[in-house]
């Protein structure tokens, strides 16, 4: 018998009421709760979202300034900004990075050392910072990134100013180079005026005068979607473009110097010695500094670096060469300054020298040696035997001393960094050095400028700038005047600083300044082959030795390798009767002064004195020169 069950509706209804008293507490909590939060954020916390609202609306942008112009001394432009666009890349946009690069090489051409640029720059920067994966587009790839622009995420095109040099490596040791900022960079400039700028000056005029190439930073206020595209610009504070330069760089007698090194490895520089800007300052062989304005390619990098001729050196200011005979002048003046000698005073020499009691030789360049010579004739006809008799009785303390007032071993002070000093010994700096004694014969080879001597181009060019000057000695400058565009007071002029060399008697001066004159104008002269028609120059040449020759051997060009042989050196200045210019060349391994080395000197100061018809008068002069000495030959 089956038995019958029931419902108990009360406790059926008694449960479905409790049920409903939760669910109908747990609604009003739940809308309490959206109440409370719709009341904070309209009401308690209406202004902190508002202001989160906004940043995700509206973004501070900043305008980074245009670079500054460089300009020769003639106008002509030297370091300009060339619109370009690049394709740009936002990692922090990119969803997969690997399949968007692939899929941008299959609509444009991206190579290799492209992709291992943005590698490099990729690790270097922040997520939110956009990277150029391919510079300068053609106008076919950009109309191709635009048409596939909404396929790639964080993928843009870029409208920039790219800087561009148009002499690139005749003007590259100069002006040097911009690149991008670096970790190391971002350490020591000004964030805030740097924000939005990708690149600073790395060496040369660019380097040395970035506060004022470099501008100050703009801003503007733009609201953005949700992409984070520009929608509209709400506020815009314009920046500051950077101040121009002028410099007093001739290009024309830069381009004369550069070529007139041949296949000769060098330096020229040329100084206004009224002035002391700097005319010429050609390092050679140069580098197209181009290459390094957005990443060097590393095959292009190691080119540049594994080239035996090193064309990434900067000669004319860190080149430090022994300065030969071109020191004689100045050694000549110092014996006459401090009164250790006269003017027509004669030494013999015949074709050596030996110091008491030893048995040594110090051999002249000139074996049968030079007979009878007095101080202009030591000049003249550069014999060594004369400078080795008066670097002992003066001794290398006040040979030292005196050098020095005319910049040798420290650094002239040029606008542009990374300058060597050079080295001027003395007995203090070998117990320092080399932690031994000075000796005599030590004192001797430096009377020659050999030894332990060193000196730049610049500094040798300084040198003869303030002997030509009248012993005023002024600090080269690169750059004559800024051009500030932004301010009533658009023109700032470079001040140099100027330094008297203490003068006993103005009679010595001109007397050496006879004999330099009678170098290239006296019959005797070692550099009378490019006196000119059209003025007179002083100079004097100058043979370096590279190699050590024993006592008991001989020199012999032709038997040794080219890197072993002397260095040709001449200094110059002209006219002579109211200096204009002054002029340093070295010319490495390249042998005899007066004939490798005088010539380049002589076409620079042609270029720079001469009107055009004496100049074309000159040209044809040497050119039927050369062509008598080839037939010759």
Not at 128 to 133: K, R, V, W, Y
Not at 164 to 190: F, Q, S
Not at 384 to 396: I, K
Request: glycine share 8%.
């Amino acid at each position: 018998m089956l038995k019958t069950q029931f419902k108990d509706y009360l406790v059926e209804s008694q449960l479905f009421l409790g049920r409903a008293v939760i669910a109908g507490f747990i609604v009003t909590l739940c809308i309490g709760l959206l109440t409370m939060q719709m009341m904070n954020l309209q009401i308690t916390g209406h202004d902190h979202y508002v202001t989160l609202s906004q940043d995700n609306r509206v973004k501070l942008v900043p305008l980074p300034p245009v670079r500054g112009l460089i300009y020769d001394s003639k106008g002509v432009i030297l370091a300009q900004n060339q619109p370009t666009y690049s394709l740009e890349v936002t990692p922090e946009q990119v969803g997969d990075m690997d399949a968007t690069l692939a899929e941008l090489s299959r609509l444009i051409q991206i190579n290799e050392e492209q992709l291992t640029r943005f590698q490099r720059l990729k690790s270097q920067k922040r997520r939110f910072e956009s990277i150029p994966l391919k510079i300068n587009l053609t106008p076919d790839e950009v109309a191709i990134i635009a048409v596939n622009r909404h396929r790639f995420p964080g993928v843009d095109i870029e409208a920039k100013l790219l800087r561009h040099y148009p002499l690139a490596e005749e003007t590259a040791h100069v002006l040097g180079y911009v690149g991008r900022i670096n970790e190391r960079e971002l350490e020591i400039i000004d964030n805030s005026n740097y924000a939005g700028t990708t690149h600073i000056g790395k060496n040369g005029v660019e380097k040395a005068y970035e506060d004022n190439l470099h501008g100050k930073v703009g801003m503007q206020r733009v609201e953005v979607n949700a992409t984070g595209r520009t929608i509209r610009v709400l506020e815009k504070q314009q920046p500051v473009s950077g101040d121009n330069l002028h410099l007093h760089l001739d290009t024309g007698l830069q381009k004369i110097a550069m070529d007139a090194f041949g296949e000769e490895i060098g330096a020229a520089v040329a100084i206004n010695p009224k002035t002391g800007g700097v005319l010429v300052l050609a390092s050679k062989p140069g580098f197209n500094p181009n290459l390094f304005v957005e990443g060097i390619s590393t095959s292009d990098y190691q080119a540049l670096q594994s080239s035996p001729d090193n064309p990434l050196f900067n000669r004319t200011i860190r080149g430090q060469y022994p300065p030969g005979s071109t020191l004689k002048p100045f050694v000549a003046l110092a014996g006459l300054e401090t009164g250790l000698t006269s003017f027509p005073d004669k030494t013999f020499c015949p074709g050596y020298y030996s110091l008491p009691n030893h048995s040594h030789r110090y051999r002249d360049w000139k074996k049968s040696g030079h007979g009878w010579v007095d101080m202009n004739d030591s000049i003249v006809q550069s014999c060594d035997v004369y400078y080795y008799q008066l670097a002992n009785e003066m001794g290398v303390t006040k040979m030292q001393e005196y050098l020095a007032h005319f910049g040798f071993g420290s650094r002239t002070g040029i606008d542009l960094g990374a300058e060597l000093p050079g080295l001027l010994p003395s007995k203090e700096w070998k117990r320092r050095r080399h932690d031994k004694p000075w000796y005599p014969g030590e004192t001797l080879i430096m009377g020659i400028g050999q030894g332990y001597f060193l000196s730049t181009p610049l500094q040798l060019a300084a040198a003869t700038a303030a002997f030509a000057n009248g012993g005023v000695f002024k600090a080269p400058r690169i750059v004559s005047h800024i051009e500030h565009v932004n301010t009533e007071n658009g023109r700032e002029e470079i001040d140099t600083i100027n330094r008297n060399i203490p003068k006993v008697s103005q009679e010595n001066w001109q007397n050496i300044d006879l004999s330099m004159t009678n170098v290239a104008e006296g019959i005797r002269g070692t550099a009378k082959r490019i006196r000119s028609p059209y003025y007179r120059l002083a100079g004097k040449t100058g043979t370096a030795q590279v190699l050590t020759i024993k006592q008991d051997e001989e020199y012999d060009e032709e038997k040794i390798s080219k890197k072993n042989r002397d260095h040709a050196l001449f200094v110059a200045y002209a006219p002579v009767e109211d200096p204009q210019i002054a002029v340093a060349v070295i010319v490495e391994n390249g042998g005899s002064g007066g004939s490798v080395a005088a010539p380049i000197a002589k076409k620079i100061m042609d270029a720079y004195l001469l009107d055009p018809e004496q100049l074309k008068e000159e040209q044809l002069k040497e050119q039927r020169l050369k062509e008598q000495q080839d037939n010759q030959t």
